[in-house]
């Protein structure tokens, strides 16, 4: 293997509850008696992107919304917790990155959410003394979202490796499937409020990241 990408925030922060309560504290400012309760919400973890995620729901409602601005209000309210220093990378990335340093491997951050989320979060690593990502993506690049796999071909173009030789850590159905698409070899990590049995399209699915046994992977 000739690198390691994590492909999600959500494969190195828990970021579930807060994602969440993020979601409720948008709607009520926009003053919409939404509730999401956690089986509709797991549904909704299904669609990538949250923007796409309330259209969706308005859409089944028949409700006309402007999905772009509750999505942005989320957005600050969730930005704004996420740089409290209780917020932590999962233990598990930390190993992850030190056994892809020793084996000599790139890695990187593919995520088609907001630059500031995924600035935000590489910094909580670098804080910790983990190198820098040697890429990074979000949607500020202007490629289409998942299950497109622009991201993912963009990084191995510019890190000049074969997709065959990437190894992707994925949280969500259409995370997987664009790097699946993309060529990728994926692990499946399930959040807390996803399932294993939603990423059967990965090569490998594991219950939790701390069940990844990095030399075997990487090797």
């Known amino acids: 293997m000739k690198a390691l ?30 509730h ?11 669609i ?25 209000t989320k957005t600050t309210w969730f930005l704004e917790k996420l740089q409290s220093d209780s917020i932590k990378p999962l233990s598990y990335v930390g190993f992850g990155l ?24 590489a910094q909580k690593l670098v804080t910790e003394g983990h190198p820098d990502f040697d890429i990074m993506t979000h949607r500020g690049l202007g490629m289409p979202e998942k299950p497109e796999p622009d991201s993912y071909i963009h ?10 030789n990437a190894i992707v850590i994925e949280d969500n159905v ?17 959040g807390a409020f996803a399932q294993q049995t939603d990423l ?9 990241g701390s069940d990844i046994d990095w030399a075997r992977l990487l090797a």
């Open 5 to 34: 990408f994590f492909g999600s925030i959500g494969t190195i922060v828990e970021t579930s509850r807060l994602q969440y309560d993020a979601f409720h504290a948008a709607f009520a400012q926009h003053h919409l008696d939404w």
């Open 36 to 46: 999401w309760d956690l089986p509709t919400y797991r549904d909704m973890l299904k």
């Open 48 to 72: 990538s992107g949250g923007a796409k995620r309330i259209s969706a729901f308005a859409d089944k409602r028949n409700e006309q919304v402007d999905a772009a601005a509750i999505h942005a």
């Open 98 to 121: 030190k056994a892809a340093q020793e084996h000599g491997l790139k890695t990187g951050f593919v995520s088609t959410t907001e630059k500031a989320t995924v600035r935000i979060i």
């Open 155 to 164: 990084a191995f173009e510019a890190l000049g490796i074969e997709a065959q």
């Open 174 to 190: 259409d995370g997987v499937a664009a790097a699946k698409t993309a060529g990728a070899r994926v692990v499946g990590v399930p």
């Open 200 to 208: 059967r399209a990965a090569d490998v699915t594991v219950a939790s």
